[in-house]
C-alpha cells in the first residue's frame, strides 16, 4: 500500500517508530545462547532464594534491628561463594561473562525474596559499571582481577559508588546541578597523584567494599567542569569509614559513611580527569561526565527497575499466599470477585514492570553501553573461548594505553548522541515506573492483608520497608521523571530549558 | 481546626501539646526501637501513667466512672496532637477508648464499675483490646462455656493491643451454642493465660501488642450473649472517626517535617522548595492535610449532631484519611530524599505508622463493603 521508502519517512518521524517499540525490533537479534544464559541465572537465582535467601531474609533483618551495628559479613560470603560477584564480570576481565542484562531477571528473582539481598549483590555492579565505563582498561583488569581472586580465597571484593555527598545528593546525578551545587570532595592535583579530603555518604555495601570508585572536584565552585574520578582501595591511608545509616529498611545492605583525610590516590588509580578527558576527546569535561553519568546509570536505573518489579512481586506472591489460606465469612478469600480483581491488577503491575525495565535492556544492548557485547560475532567469541584464551592473548593488552584509548573513544566520541538519549531516558522511566509499581504493590497487598501483614513474621511489612528506598536512591524519582522528559520527550517541545526555572 | 470550631476544646488542646512536647517528644527515636533496644520496661509503664494521671486514658468515659465525659471532638483532637509526634501513644489511648465503647454500648455498668473507679494507675485502668481485629471477620475466636455465674474461655487471641501492660482485656469469644460471639472481661494475671513475647510489627512501637492462649480462664460477660457484633458495630462507628484523626494528625506532621526540611536542604544552588516539582508535591500533601482535617472535623460534628448516616460518614471518612495518609507519608520520606529513609528524621516512622493505623478495626476493603451495604441497603 505504501512505497517502502513512504514507510521508512512516516516511521522515521518523531516519534521515531523503533525507537518507541524496541522490543520488535530487537527480541528477534537477540542471539540465542543469551536466552539460555538467562534462564540459567534465573534458575541460580531461585536455587539461592530456597537455600539462602528465604531462610536468611527475616532472620536478618530481625537481627539488624536488635543490633543496628550488625553487619551481615557471612550473606556476603555466601553471595561470594555462590560466584554472584564475578557472574557478570566480562571474561576479558577474568568473570564468568553471563549477558549483562540476565542481572536483571536475576535481581527481580532474589529481589521478590529480599530486595537488600538482591542489593548486596547487585550494587557490586553499580560499582562494575561505574569502573567500566571510566574505560582505563588498565584500572579495569586490576581491580576485576582482585573481584575474582577474593571469589577463589573466599574472601569477597566488591566495589562500591562513591558519589553522594551530605550536602549533595541529586546535584551530583546531573552536571546542570553540580556546577551549581554545594559539593565538598576535594581533589588536589600534587605530583604523581591527587589528595583527596572529605566525606562521600549512604554508600551501599561501603562497608563490605574493597575497592570504591569515588568522584572528588579539584575546585568545588566548578564542580561538574572539574570532576576527578579516583579509585580508592579499603586500607589507603586517609581513608576510613565511618558508620552506617540507621534505615527503614533494606537493612542488610549497609549504607556508609566514607571519609577521606588527606588520602593520597596515585596517578596509577586516578580513572579520569579533565585532562585525561582532554587527551581523547575535543568533548568537554563537563560533557564528558554526563555522558558517564548517562552510561552508569543507564545500566544500574534497569537494575533498580528490576528491584522494583522483586519488591511488586513479593507484595504479590505474599498477598496471593495469604489470600489462599483465608477465608471469608466461610469462603476462600481467592472465590471473591474483589480479591481476584486486586489480585490480578497486582499481577499486571510485575508484568507491566518487566516490560519496561526489558525496553531498558534492550536500549543498553542496542543502542548502549553493551552494544559490543551484544554484537553477534563478538557475543559468541566472548562466550566460546576459554578463559585461559582471554588471560593468555588480551589481558596483556589491556595494560597497553592504546585498549584504554579505544575504550575511550569508542564511548566518549563514537556513539551517537541520540542512542544515548533513547537510553538514559528508558531507563529513568523503567527506574521510576517500576519502583512506584512496587510501592503500590505493596501498598495494596497490606490493605488486602489487614493485622496479618504488619507482623514481621508475614513478610509483608519488611517488603513495604524496603521498597521506599527504590523511589529514592540512583535518583529520586522525581530526577528520573525529569531525565525522562529531558532525554526523550524534550525533541518535541523545543522551549523547554532544564533547571533554569 | 477541631479547636477552631470548637473553643471549649482549647485548655485540652493546650494539655495535650504541651504533653506532646515536653513528654514525648524527646524520646521518640528510643520508644520507637521498642522492642528492641535497651528501653525498659518500666520506662514505658512510667510514660502511660503520665497519661492516666492527666486523664487522656477515660476521655470519653462518662465522669461517674471517673472518666473526663467528653465528646468524640475532644477525643479526635488530642489523638491527632499526640500523633502529630508519636502515634504509638494515640494508640494506646485508642484502644483505652475503644474498649471503653465496647463496655459502655453493652450498657455493661457493673463492669465498668469494677473497672473504672478501683483503678490505681494506668496498668489497672487501660482496658487491652484487640484494636486491629473486627471480630466478626475473625475465624478463630477463643470458645467461652458457662460455668457457674460466668464463663470460662479457652483458645487463641491474636494482635492483642496492651496485652503484655494491661490488667485487664476485653476479648471476643463464642459461645458454641450462639450464634454470632460475645465480649468478656479477662485478668490477664489470670494462671489460665499464656502471653507471646512483643510482636515486632511495621508501625507503632512503642505500643507493645502480643498474642494470647487462654485455657480455661474465668470470664465475664459484658453485656448480653451473642450481642457482641452489635456492641463492636456501635462502638467502631465512632472509633473510625478517631482513627482517622490518628492519620490526619501524621499527615500533619508529615507535611510539616517537609516543609522545614525542604526550605533549608539546598540542591541546585537553591532551596529544594524552590524547585516547582517539590512544590507540586507539597500542594498535593496541603491538599490531603487539609481535606483529612476537613473530614474528621465534620465526622466529629455529625457524631455529635446526632446526624441520621453519621455512621457511614464515620466510616467513609477512615477510610478516606487512611488513604491519604498512606500517600502523604510516602511523599514525605520522598522529599527527605535518603535523609527521609533515616531513622534520625521522623518520616520514616510515620510511612510506617500510617499503615499500621490504616489497619485498625479490620480489614479496609471490607469495611468498604459493609459501607456499601449500608448504602444499598
Ligand atoms: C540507602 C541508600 C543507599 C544509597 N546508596 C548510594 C550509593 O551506593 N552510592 C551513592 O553515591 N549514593 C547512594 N545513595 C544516595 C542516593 O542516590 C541519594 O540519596 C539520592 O540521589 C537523593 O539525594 P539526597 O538524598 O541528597 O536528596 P536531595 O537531593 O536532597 O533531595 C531532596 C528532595 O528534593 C528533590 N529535589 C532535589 N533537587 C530537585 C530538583 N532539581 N528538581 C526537583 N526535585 C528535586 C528530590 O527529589 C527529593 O525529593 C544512597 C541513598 C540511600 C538512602
Redesign the pocket.
Known amino acids: 500500500m505504501l512505497k517502502r521508502s513512504k514507510v521508512k519517512s512516516y516511521t522515521k518521524k518523531f516519534p521515531r517508530f523503533e525507537n518507541e517499540s524496541l522490543s520488535l525490533y530487537y527480541a528477534p537479534r537477540m542471539p540465542k545462547a543469551m536466552i539460555k544464559e538467562t534462564e540459567e541465572a534465573v534458575a541460580l537465582a531461585r536455587k539461592f532464594n530456597d537455600e539462602v535467601a528465604r531462610p536468611l531474609s527475616l532472620e536478618l533483618d530481625r537481627k539488624t534491628h536488635e543490633d543496628p551495628d550488625y553487619l551481615p559479613v557471612e550473606l556476603v560470603k555466601k553471595a561470594n561463594e555462590w560466584g554472584f560477584y564475578t557472574m557478570w564480570i566480562p571474561k576479558l576481565f577474568g568473570g564468568k561473562g553471563f549477558n549483562l542484562p540476565s542481572i536483571s531477571y536475576f535481581l527481580e528473582e532474589v529481589g521478590s525474596v529480599c530486595v537488600g539481598i538482591a542489593n548486596v549483590i547487585g550494587?557490586h555492579y553499580?560499582g562494575m559499571a561505574a569502573c567500566m565505563m571510566l574505560s582505563n582498561t588498565r584500572i579495569i583488569k586490576r581491580v576485576m582481577n582482585d573481584v575474582v581472586e577474593g571469589e577463589k580465597t573466599g574472601e569477597p571484593c566488591l566495589i562500591?559508588?562513591?558519589?553522594?555527598e551530605p550536602t549533595?545528593?541529586?546535584?551530583v546525578?546531573e552536571v546542570d546541578?553540580e556546577a551549581k551545587g554545594r559539593l565538598g570532595c576535594h581533589a588536589r592535583k600534587v605530583p604523581g597523584g591527587y589528595i583527596l579530603n572529605g566525606s562521600?555518604i549512604?554508600?551501599?555495601n561501603g562497608h563490605f567494599s574493597t575497592w570504591n570508585v569515588v568522584y572528588a572536584y579539584t575546585d568545588l565552585k566548578k564542580g561538574a567542569d572539574t570532576k576527578v574520578a579516583l579509585m580508592v582501595k579499603r586500607g589507603m591511608k586517609g581513608f576510613s569509614l565511618g558508620t552506617h545509616?540507621n534505615?527503614m529498611g533494606?537493612r542488610v545492605c549497609p549504607?556508609s559513611v566514607l571519609n577521606f583525610e588527606d588520602c593520597f590516590v596515585p596517578d596509577e588509580l586516578v580513572a579520569m580527569d579533565p585532562d585525561i578527558i582532554k587527551s581523547y576527546t575535543k568533548k568537554t569535561p563537563r560533557n564528558v561526565n554526563m555522558q558517564h553519568i548517562d552510561y552508569v546509570f543507564s545500566i544500574s536505573r534497569a537494575g533498580v527497575g528490576a528491584f522494583g518489579v522483586g519488591v511488586a512481586r513479593g507484595a504479590f506472591e505474599t498477598a496471593m499466599k495469604y489470600a489462599n489460606e483465608t477465608e471469608i465469612d466461610g469462603k476462600p478469600m481467592v472465590t471473591y470477585e474483589w480479591v481476584q480483581c486486586r489480585l490480578a491488577e497486582m499481577y499486571a503491575n510485575v508484568r507491566l514492570g518487566r516490560l519496561a525495565y526489558t525496553e531498558a535492556n534492550l536500549a543498553n544492548q542496542h543502542r548502549g553501553a553493551y552494544n559490543i557485547l551484544q554484537m553477534k560475532p563478538i557475543y559468541y567469541y566472548l562466550k566460546y573461548l576459554p578463559v585461559s584464551y582471554f588471560k593468555k592473548v588480551i589481558a596483556p593488552l589491556l595494560d597497553k594505553p592504546i585498549a584504554t584509548w579505544i575504550l575511550s573513544k569508542w564511548y566518549i566520541d563514537w556513539q551517537k548522541p541520540d542512542d544515548q538519549h533513547l537510553t538514559t531516558g528508558l531507563a529513568s522511566m523503567a527506574k521510576f515506573s517500576c519502583t512506584d509499581l512496587g510501592v503500590r504493590n505493596c501498598q495494596m497487598a497490606l490493605e488486602l492483608m489487614g493485622k496479618a501483614g504488619l507482623r514481621h513474621d508475614s513478610g509483608a511489612e519488611k517488603i513495604i520497608r524496603d521498597a521506599k528506598?527504590l523511589q529514592?536512591?540512583?535518583?529520586?524519582n522525581?530526577?528520573n521523571r525529569?531525565n525522562l522528559f529531558k532525554s526523550i520527550v524534550a525533541p518535541a517541545c523545543p522551549k523547554a530549558t532544564f533547571?533554569e526555572e | 481546626m477541631l479547636t477552631a470550631l470548637n473553643n471549649d476544646l482549647k485548655p485540652f488542646e493546650d494539655l495535650i501539646t504541651k504533653f506532646s512536647r515536653e513528654e514525648l517528644k524527646p524520646h521518640v527515636e528510643v520508644h520507637d526501637r521498642y522492642p528492641f533496644g535497651d528501653l525498659d520496661v518500666d520506662v514505658i509503664e512510667a510514660g502511660f501513667n503520665k497519661i492516666y494521671d492527666l486523664g487522656f486514658l477515660g476521655i470519653m468515659l462518662p465522669e461517674k466512672y471517673t472518666g473526663i465525659g467528653q465528646g468524640i471532638s475532644t477525643l479526635c483532637m488530642m489523638l491527632g496532637h499526640v500523633a502529630e509526634v508519636d502515634a504509638s501513644y494515640s494508640l494506646i489511648i485508642f484502644t483505652s477508648a475503644l474498649s471503653q465503647e465496647i463496655i459502655l454500648s453493652a450498657q455493661a455498668d457493673s463492669i465498668a464499675e469494677r473497672i473504672y473507679p478501683k483503678a490505681k494507675d494506668a496498668k489497672e485502668y487501660l482496658v487491652a483490646f484487640p484494636s486491629f481485629t473486627d471480630p466478626g471477620q475473625s475465624k478463630t475466636l477463643p470458645e467461652a462455656s458457662p460455668s457457674g455465674k460466668g464463663y470460662t474461655l479457652t483458645g487463641k487471641l491474636d494482635y492483642l493491643v496492651l496485652g503484655s501492660f494491661s490488667k485487664w482485656a476485653v476479648i471476643p469469644a463464642r459461645i458454641s451454642s450462639n450464634r454470632g460471639y460475645s465480649f468478656f472481661l479477662v485478668n490477664l494475671n489470670d494462671r489460665g493465660v499464656t502471653k507471646s513475647e512483643p510482636i515486632f510489627s511495621l508501625g507503632l512501637h512503642a505500643c507493645p501488642i502480643i498474642d494470647i492462649s487462654l485455657n480455661n480462664v474465668s470470664a465475664r460477660i459484658i453485656g448480653e450473649e451473642g450481642e457482641g457484633e452489635r456492641y463492636f458495630e456501635t462502638a467502631s462507628k465512632i472509633m473510625h472517626a478517631a482513627a482517622a484523626s490518628i492519620n490526619a494528625g501524621i499527615i500533619r506532621g508529615s507535611l510539616r517535617e517537609a516543609m522545614d526540611y525542604?526550605k533549608e536542604?539546598e540542591?541546585?544552588g537553591r532551596p529544594?522548595i524552590n524547585?516547582s516539582?517539590?512544590r507540586m508535591i507539597l500542594a498535593n500533601m496541603a491538599i490531603k492535610a487539609k481535606v483529612a482535617e476537613l473530614c474528621v472535623t465534620q465526622t466529629c460534628r455529625a457524631i455529635d449532631e446526632n446526624l441520621k448516616d453519621w455512621g457511614m460518614i464515620s466510616i467513609a471518612t477512615a477510610l478516606h484519611v487512611h488513604d491519604l495518609a498512606c500517600e502523604v507519608v510516602t511523599d514525605g520520606v520522598?522529599?527527605?530524599?535518603?535523609?527521609g529513609?533515616m531513622k534520625d528524621y521522623g518520616q520514616e516512622k510515620r510511612y510506617r505508622d500510617a499503615r499500621q493505623v490504616q489497619a485498625l478495626l479490620g480489614l479496609a476493603p471490607l469495611k468498604k463493603l459493609v459501607l456499601i451495604k449500608e448504602i444499598v441497603g
Do not use: H, M, P
Open positions: 550494587v553499580l562500591s559508588y562513591c558519589i553522594t549533595a545528593g541529586t546535584d546525578e546541578l562521600k549512604f554508600i551501599s545509616e534505615k533494606q549504607a528506598l529514592i536512591y540512583e535518583g529520586t522525581q530526577l525529569i533547571f | 525542604t536542604r540542591q541546585g529544594v524547585w516539582e517539590v520522598q522529599l527527605l530524599g535518603g535523609n529513609y
